[in-house]
């Protein structure tokens, strides 16, 4: 062994500089060629950490899900970063950490240009290069095998003046070991102990190799007892690295010997680590003992994408047949993740070997035989087309004629298209004569979809496939001309070829289609289609913009609205709208200065500030997220008048913006403030706390939530609803942590009998494959629902993910039943998200389901046809219902026919009307619950009760949502008993649980009703008299916050003054308004009414009893009531002139004696 590599290991070195080291000169660290560029401005670094932030999830998702990154996915990233012209380090490091061993079907060669072109590259835009680069682009090297001068990397990075560190040190070690130079390796040892850097396992398995590489596998084994010596034991990773030695040198005794000493070592060997022992005795030519290996593989988690990834480095480095081998043993782990009936395991495996232009022929023959693969042929031929081998495809066509597998002309399109791109007339020539030679007939759509576009003219065209000795049928050769001048839009060449006498019979539904194209072609067609394109982009942009990125590229933005002013480009009123909305919601930066004045004007005028400006203040600081300044003012109001209560909007925004910024203790205070003062809470500010909550979730904050709900349930403010209770179960799922979100699911379930997010989390473990987890979550799901909600749970999840076959197995369980309720949840979801796999799949698995309604099902299918506009999936969904000999409801045949109108196509059936419910007991007819239920929505009338009454004799039961529109028809029409009445026959049907607050939020909407219509009945009656005030009504309404109430009183308010010329109401609610502080509604109230003067008398006078405390405003509503004549009374007066003279400003009218007291 060498003694002196030992003793640099223990003894103290005092050598100042690295000395010149004898080393192959293979390759050099590119020149860092130090640009002076401008540095990025703000936006910009905001973009670069956006874009950063995106480049690291797509790539760390595809290394989490596979293992691996694909060259396309890299070089995307790549270009983007570079249209930026401000690459950051981060995004420089993230590139040329994936340039290595995450590349595995790139070959090494390529890796290494790739890597130095991504340094070249980004350094020329300004990049700045520190030692994490200079390392991460050794790691690059040894990684790819590139064989390179360490000390002139090193002279390299002192002519950057970037210092070098421990992990350069110890790379540079590991790529003297690559190539067994121990004098190297001891040279950087001597170097890193004179610096009194720490010698780590990484180094001792670099020597490890090292030796083995200089033919010493003595001192190789020997580093075992030198790290021992050192205090250091050896691990998977030393252990690992003396295996692959063995295996370059093709010892399987020893490998199997120090196998069995790591087991008896109780060191645990990853099937990962194994499949390097694999790629080492491969390499090496010793892959007689791969299956020796393979068999010791314990079939770990995360075992499919390593096993994968190992096959591919191994066809990348020509040992596709070790790589079949792998492949073939563990083909039943990848049969059980099949979705579908037919097998086709090694896709991977045939699509990089086409890749790589390997012989692939007997891999598809053992696939094939052994059942492995349906069709391995077809799929092998579609790699090739797709990677343009045009010599392979041919080949594989040629073999699956010799074994008599059909061919068809859409086989080779894709060659055409290539060509076609090129303009290459001789390969198009070329691959139409293999067409003919292998009896492949053309059809019209190859001509003229394919082969005529490639030639300058048809006349060309005839002419070369005549000297190519091609013969073409001459009608199949006159009609695709007569398609490519239609899509062309030569409509003169076109009437020129169809008066013809010897025009054959054409397809007329292909022939509309080309012409439909080429009138396309024409200006005013595509500027239409370009202008509604160019609306809806801008929606979408603007939409998929946060507030920061609106905020920053406002220059931008407003550039853009110019240049499509200046190109006269319009959208449409609704676009408009909605881009209007999203820039007011975002508070673009016009309002942020206006906070920043209003901050101004309070701090000049505070001594006059009133509750109302201070809760308008609060509620501007929070619009801009300014949680310090909003709880200042909140604190300042508090101490200035403490029984002063915002609303409950304002609180909640306070609520939002203080936990949001870690004010979790103010935030709670504010809940807590709310309670005491009888702040109630409205859906819509209840919805506001749920978004508060959310926010918290997606920052991964679950003890901010869990104190947030435990407050607002403890309180009552809000009762446990799914809503908010599911932050809590998002926080744990955004992360990934699905342990946690059960447990979470379990917590809340137990304290709040709520179930929030279960179908997400049960598609979270599906799709992880977290099997042992998905089993307890099933087992609870199945304690506390039942087992038939359990199973349909696991189903929906199955079907959500794509898993059908598993789906499919669930939903044939014996003993299952459908459950429309469930069925419709999950239809309903499909719908409004536009998964039309999904739908269609649970369409077709319930076609045996007991007790399914199947014209459901369709009509939920051809709902999303026609939120889709997919007219060929409804023609197709009718084919079915036809196969299944399924007499549609009228509703789905209108529907469907519908569709077809829409998109002018013929409709294959009569479509019924909308006809009077009939006697149908006279016909003899039993009707299921359908057609009651479609009969009590219609009716809704004096007659719905009693239709309810006979379905329920005739043993028929109605639907929940029947039961529900008839209740909420009843309470619009104020017929309290009627309701109650529904009630008890509903109490009697086990099979129906309804809500009870459906009942008594109706009654409650019924007697409302009714007092609206006796308080109208009054007033009309009684037009006079002026001294009836409902105010105590109107209050009562609005601190209960009944907007249903409000909704009809302020209806009927705006009657008595429009018909009746009743304002006495209307008065009463103005006042109200004002003295709740509702100013909106009340200007709005006048601008609907538009009351005189004379009505607005009392207003006017309460309204300056409003403005107490604040001189300026009342004032100015003093000048005011006197220019338009209202007298104030002698109390109103008195409060007045005390202002005046506080103000320190004469009393401009004649002061009540200080005698006088109000009554």
Request: glycine share 4%.
């Amino acid at each position: 062994m060498c003694t002196d590599l030992y003793t640099l290991l223990f003894c103290s070195l005092s050598s100042s500089a690295l000395p010149c080291v004898s080393c192959r000169q293979y390759g050099v660290v590119p020149e860092q060629r130090g640009l002076v560029k401008d540095e990025p401005s703000v936006a910009v670094r905001s973009k670069q950490a956006q874009q950063f932030d995106w480049a690291l999830a797509k790539l760390d998702s595809s290394v989490r899900r596979t293992g691996r990154v694909t060259k396309t996915l890299l070089l995307r990233i790549f270009h983007d970063i570079c249209r930026t012209g401000y690459p950051s380090g981060n995004q420089a490091l993230l590139m040329l950490r994936s340039c290595g061993s995450l590349l595995p079907e790139v070959p090494l060669a390529e890796r290494i240009e790739l890597s130095q072109l991504i340094w070249d590259q980004l350094q020329e835009l300004g990049a700045t290069y520190d030692v994490s680069h200079y390392n991460a682009l050794l790691k690059t090297y040894l990684q790819n095998e590139f064989r390179f001068s360490p000390t002139d990397f090193l002279a390299k990075m002192e002519a950057a003046n970037v210092q070098p560190n421990r992990v350069t040190y110890q790379r540079l070690i590991a790529a003297y070991c690559e190539v067994g130079d121990i004098e190297g390796a001891s040279t950087i040892l001597g170097f890193m102990k004179s610096k009194d850097l720490p010698i780590t396992e990484a180094v001792f398995n670099s020597l490890v190799t090292g030796h083995a590489r200089a033919g010493d596998m003595d001192s190789a084994e020997g580093i075992f007892s030198v790290m021992k010596g050192a205090g250091i034991e050896p691990g998977p990773d030393t252990y690992l690295s003396l295996l692959s030695s063995y295996a370059e040198k093709g010892d399987i005794a020893k490998i199997k010997q120090t196998l069995e000493t790591v087991e008896n070592a109780d060191i645990h060997l990853m099937d990962r680590d194994l499949m390097q022992v694999v790629f080492s005795l491969t390499k090496a030519g010793h892959q007689q003992y791969v299956p020796e290996i393979v068999e010791r593989m314990r079939h770990e988690r995360g075992y499919v994408p390593d096993a994968m990834n190992l096959c591919l480095s191994l066809i990348t480095h020509g040992h596709e047949e070790t790589a079949f081998s792998v492949l073939k043993s563990f083909t039943g782990l990848l049969a059980e993740s099949q979705t579908s009936d037919s097998p086709d395991l090694g896709n991977f495996f045939l699509r990089h070997c086409v890749n790589m232009d390997k012989n692939i022929v007997r891999f598809c023959k053992d696939l094939k035989d052994s059942g492995l693969h349906s069709s391995p042929l077809q799929f092998t031929l579609q790699c090739a087309l797709e990677a343009k081998k045009t010599g392979m495809a041919v080949e594989l066509m040629r073999r699956m004629k010799e074994e008599g597998l059909p061919l068809r002309p859409h086989y080779f399109w894709p060659l055409f298209t290539h060509y076609q791109k090129e303009k290459n007339i001789s390969g198009t020539l070329q691959a139409l004569r293999a067409m003919q030679e292998l009896g492949v007939a053309s059809d019209i759509d190859t001509f003229s979809i394919y082969i005529l576009p490639s030639f300058p003219s048809v006349d060309s065209a005839r002419t070369s496939l005549k000297e190519a000795g091609i013969d073409v049928d001459a009608n199949i050769l006159i009609a695709a001309e007569l398609r490519t001048e239609a899509s062309r839009g030569n409509l003169a060449g076109l009437f020129s070829l169809m008066s013809s006498p010897a025009l054959p019979n054409i397809d007329l539904s292909a022939f509309r289609a080309s012409l439909i194209s080429g009138f396309r072609g024409f200006k005013l067609v595509v500027l239409s289609f370009f202008v509604e394109n160019v609306a809806y982009f801008l929606y979408n942009l603007i939409d998929s913009m946060n507030e920061t990125e609106v905020h920053s590229k406002e220059e931008q933005i407003r550039e853009y609205f110019g240049l499509l002013k200046n190109m006269n480009i319009s959208i449409s009123l609704n676009i408009f709208r909605g881009i209007r909305n999203i820039l007011e919601s975002y508070q673009v930066p016009e309002l942020v200065k206006k906070l920043e004045r209003a901050l101004e004007l309070k701090i000049q005028y505070e001594a006059d500030m009133s509750p109302a400006a201070y809760a308008m203040l609060i509620n501007l600081c929070c619009r801009h997220d300014n949680a310090e300044e909003a709880l200042k003012l909140k604190m300042e109001l508090a101490r200035k008048d403490s029984e002063v209560a915002l609303d409950a909007q304002k609180y909640v925004a306070l609520v939002r913006v203080l936990s949001k910024h870690g004010k979790l203790e103010e935030a709670i205070d504010m809940l807590k403030e709310m309670k005491e003062k009888d702040v109630q809470l409205r859906d819509s500010t209840i919805s506001l706390l749920t978004l508060t909550m959310n926010t918290a979730a997606m920052k991964g904050d679950a003890n901010t939530i869990r104190r947030l709900q435990e407050t607002i349930f403890t309180l009552g403010l809000a009762k446990p609803s799914s809503n908010l209770c599911s932050p809590l179960i998002t926080c744990y799922l955004e992360s990934g942590n699905y342990a946690g979100a059960f447990d979470a699911t379990v917590e809340v379930h137990k304290q709040y009998n709520q179930m929030p997010k279960i179908h997400d989390l049960i598609c979270g473990l599906v799709e992880k494959g977290d099997a042992e987890l998905l089993q307890k979550v099933m087992e609870f799901l199945s304690q506390e629902r039942g087992e038939m909600m359990m199973l349909y749970d696991l189903y929906f999840a199955f079907l959500q993910t794509g898993r059908y076959k598993e789906a499919r197995k669930i939903i044939e369980t014996p003993g299952l039943r459908a459950r429309p309720t469930r069925l419709q949840w999950f239809a309903e979801k499909c719908i409004a998200a536009q998964q039309m796999e999904p739908l269609e799949n649970m369409v077709d698995m319930t076609f045996k389901l007991f007790e399914c309604d199947r014209d459901d099902m369709y009509h939920y299918l051809l709902r999303l046809c026609k939120e889709t506009n997919d007219w060929q999936k409804a023609e197709a969904t009718w084919m079915k219902m036809q196969e299944e000999n399924l007499a549609p409801r009228e509703r789905t045949l209108r529907l469907l026919a519908d569709i077809l109108k829409n998109n002018d196509k013929e409709v294959p059936f009569e479509v019924p009307e909308v006809k009077e419910p009939t006697q149908s007991g006279s016909m003899g007819l039993v009707l299921g619950p359908a057609p009651y239920d479609t009969l009590i929505k219609a009716l809704l009338a004096k007659d719905a009760l009693g239709t309810l009454k006979g379905m329920l004799q005739a043993d028929q039961v109605p639907s929940q949502l029947a039961i529900t529109r008839l209740v909420q028809g009843l309470g619009s029409e104020g017929k309290t008993q009627d309701i109650q009445e529904v009630e008890a026959l509903v109490k009697t049907l086990g099979s129906i649980k309804m809500s009870s607050m459906l009942f008594v939020n109706n009654t409650a909407l019924a007697h409302i009703k009714n007092a609206v219509e006796l308080l109208e009945s009054f007033y009309i009656q009684n037009t006079d008299n002026q001294k009836s005030s409902i105010s105590f009504v109107f209050r009562k309404v609005l601190d209960a916050n009944n907007d249903a109430a409000l909704d009809k009183l302020s209806a009927m308010v705006e009657r008595l003054c429009n018909h009746f010329a009743s304002y006495r109401a209307a008065t009463d609610l103005f006042l109200i308004y004002l003295d709740t502080g509702r100013t909106e509604e009340a200007k709005f109230l006048l601008q609907v009414l538009s009351l005189t003067n004379q009505d607005m008398h009392e207003d006017s006078v309460t309204l300056l009893n409003c403005l107490d405390k604040d001189f300026r405003s009342a004032k100015a509503l003093y000048e005011r009531m006197q220019a338009e004549g209202v007298k104030a009374d002698e109390l109103t007066l008195k409060r007045l002139a005390l202002l005046y003279k506080e103000a320190g400003e004469p009393v401009p009218f004649e002061e009540p004696p200080e005698s006088f007291k109000p009554k």
